[in-house]
Nanobody, 124 residues
Framework: QVQLVESGGGSVQAGGSLRLSCAASGRTFSSYFMGWFRQAPGKEREFVAAINWSGGSTYYTDAVKCRFTISRDNTKNTVYLQMNSLKPEDTAVYYC?????????????????WGQGTQVTVSS
């Protein structure tokens, strides 16, 4: 059983930064693509970013390009989401997830394990 545990959420003013972490259990972390999603109140969960096995390839939704950076440290079984220039519309619960295939996907149905989420609140 894979467990994903997010941390690093909090409250910040617009323009600020946060760094989310997602620690994964298991010894096969480096074999999987990983992704970050978010869900704002009253809205569907949406794709934010994804990263391949090595961290050499990344993919972002347009709304966060040039502001967010996804990365991973396979020695620590951890994936990160550095969020800069935060906006009130970034307010959401952020989830990390394990991709069950070997290509980038923004479809949440392509991810098989999910963390419990961490709240990010950006005030204006």
């Amino acid at each position: 059983q894979v467990q994903l545990v997010e941390s690093g959420g909090g409250s910040v003013q617009a323009g600020g930064s946060l760094r989310l972490s997602c620690a994964a259990s298991g010894r096969t972390f480096s074999s999987y693509f990983m992704g970050w999603f978010r869900q704002a109140p009253g809205k569907e969960r949406e794709f934010v970013a994804a990263i391949n096995w090595s961290g050499g390839s990344t993919y972002y939704t347009d709304a966060v390009k040039c502001r967010f950076t996804i990365s991973r440290d396979n020695t620590k079984n951890t994936v990160y989401l550095q969020m800069n220039s935060l906006k009130p519309e970034d307010t959401a619960v952020y989830y990390c997830a394990r991709r069950s295939g070997n290509y980038m996907s923004r479809d949440l149905r392509d991810y098989d394990y999910w963390g419990q989420g961490t709240q990010v609140t950006v005030s204006s």
